[in-house]
C-alpha cells in the first residue's frame, strides 16, 4: 500500500524518535510511512486499542503519557485540535514534559481557514491571518501558543483533508451525494500521502537550516467540490445528479456546512513547492482520487463492479 510513498521519502537520522500525538487519519498515515522507513514511533490516542502499542493521550480528563514513556523523543507532531477554551490542550497538558525533551523539530497541524474569505483569491503565508469563524479564532490562538513555547515548532496549515475512506467516492458509489455549485466558489485541499510526505520533508529541511515558521500544505488545484465529484463518478462509471445551485441547496446544510461555503480562498503551496522544494505526490484530486480508488477497493468499501 505505501511502497510508492516510502521509495521517495527519506528516513530520520539514526536514534530519532517521532512521536505523533493523536494518531487519528493524519497521524495514522505519517505513523505507518514512518515506521516503514524504520523510524522508531511513538502514537497517543484518547482510548487506545489494548494491543496497538498506543499510549493514553487524553487531554480532557488529563491523562497523559508519563515521562519516561516520552524519553529520547526528537522529533513530534502534534494533531490535536483545539478544545472548547482559549488555550492549546496540548500544551496545557503536557508543554512542560515537551520542554524537557531532546526535540529537534516540532510540527502543529493547523488550518488555512485561519486565512478567513480572500473572495476567491490567492493567500499565502506571508499574508495575515483573517479568521472569520470561531474555530478558526481559537485556532489561530493555538498556533500562537505553539509558536511562543519555545520548542523548535512549525506550522503546517492544512485546507481539506482527504484521503482513502475521507473521499467522495463511497457515496457517489452508493448514489447519496447530492452535488452543489455556487458560482466561483473553490475548494483547497491535501491528499493525507502528501500530509505525511511534506512532514518528513519539512523535518529534513529543518534539519539543513530551512525552518519557515509556517508552511502550507496543500495541492496545486484549488477547484469546485462538484468539479471533483464529477470526476469520482466518471472513475467509478456511476451517474451522479447534475449540481443544485447553492441558493437552492442552503437551506438543507448544516451550519457547520455552511460555514465551509462562506469562505472561498486559494491558498499558495510555493512556500513548500518551490523555496523548500517539496514535489506533491497528488498534485490534484484527479491522482488523488485515483489513490484512493485503488485504496478503497481493496479496503473492501467499494464494489468491484466499476471498470478499472
Ligand atoms: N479534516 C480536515 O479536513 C482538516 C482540515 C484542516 C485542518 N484539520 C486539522 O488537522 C488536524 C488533523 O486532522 P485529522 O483529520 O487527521 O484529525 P483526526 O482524524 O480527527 O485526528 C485527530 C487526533 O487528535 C486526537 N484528539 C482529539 N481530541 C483530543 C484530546 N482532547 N486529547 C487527546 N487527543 C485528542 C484524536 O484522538 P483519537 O484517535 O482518540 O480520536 C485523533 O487521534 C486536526 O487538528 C484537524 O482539526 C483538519
Known amino acids: 500500500m505505501l511502497e510508492s510513498l516510502v521509495n521517495r521519502c527519506r528516513s530520520l537520522p539514526a536514534g530519532s524518535t517521532l512521536c505523533i500525538l493523536g494518531a487519528g487519519f493524519s497521524g495514522q498515515r505519517l505513523a505507518a510511512l514512518a515506521e516503514a522507513l524504520n523510524i522508531r514511533v511513538l502514537t497517543t490516542r484518547r482510548n487506545p486499542e489494548p494491543d496497538s502499542g498506543a499510549l493514553r493521550f487524553d487531554t480532557a480528563s488529563k491523562v497523559v503519557p508519563g515521562e519516561s514513556d516520552l524519553r529520547g523523543v526528537t522529533h513530534l507532531l502534534s494533531t490535536i485540535p483545539p478544545g472548547r477554551d482559549q488555550n492549546d490542550p496540548v500544551l496545557r497538558t503536557l508543554g512542560a514534559q515537551l520542554r524537557q525533551l531532546p526535540l529537534r523539530w516540532v510540527g502543529y497541524l493547523s488550518t488555512t481557514g485561519i486565512y478567513g474569505n480572500t473572495e476567491g483569491n490567492w493567500v499565502s503565508e506571508s499574508d495575515p491571518p483573517q479568521p472569520t469563524q470561531d474555530r478558526s479564532r481559537r485556532r489561530l490562538i493555538c498556533e500562537q501558543e505553539w509558536q511562543n513555547s519555545g520548542l523548535p515548532v512549525q506550522i503546517l496549515r492544512l485546507p481539506g483533508i482527504y484521503g482513502p475512506g475521507r473521499s467522495p467516492l463511497a457515496a457517489v458509489q452508493a448514489g447519496t451525494l447530492k452535488p452543489v455549485q455556487k458560482p466561483g ?60 445551485s447553492y441558493a437552492d441547496a442552503e437551506a438543507d446544510m448544516s451550519a457547520m456546512a455552511r460555514t465551509f461555503w462562506a469562505e ?45
Open 185 to 244: 466558489q473553490v475548494f483547497c485541499r491535501v491528499h493525507i500521502d502528501d500530509i505525511a510526505a511534506a512532514c518528513l520533508h519539512l523535518m529534513h529541511c529543518s534539519a539543513a537550516g530551512q525552518h519557515p515558521p509556517v508552511v502550507n500544505v496543500c495541492d496545486h488545484e484549488p477547484a469546485p467540490s462538484h468539479v471533483m465529484q464529477r470526476h469520482a463518478a466518471e472513475l467509478l462509471n456511476c451517474d451522479l445528479p447534475e449540481a443544485r
Open 264 to 308: 472561498n480562498r486559494r491558498v499558495s503551496n510555493d512556500l513548500l513547492c518551490k523555496t523548500l522544494g517539496y514535489s506533491m505526490i497528488h498534485p490534484t484530486f484527479r491522482s488523488g482520487l485515483a489513490q484512493c480508488l485503488m485504496e478503497e477497493r481493496l479496503m473492501g468499501r467499494l464494489s468491484q463492479n466499476a471498470p478499472d
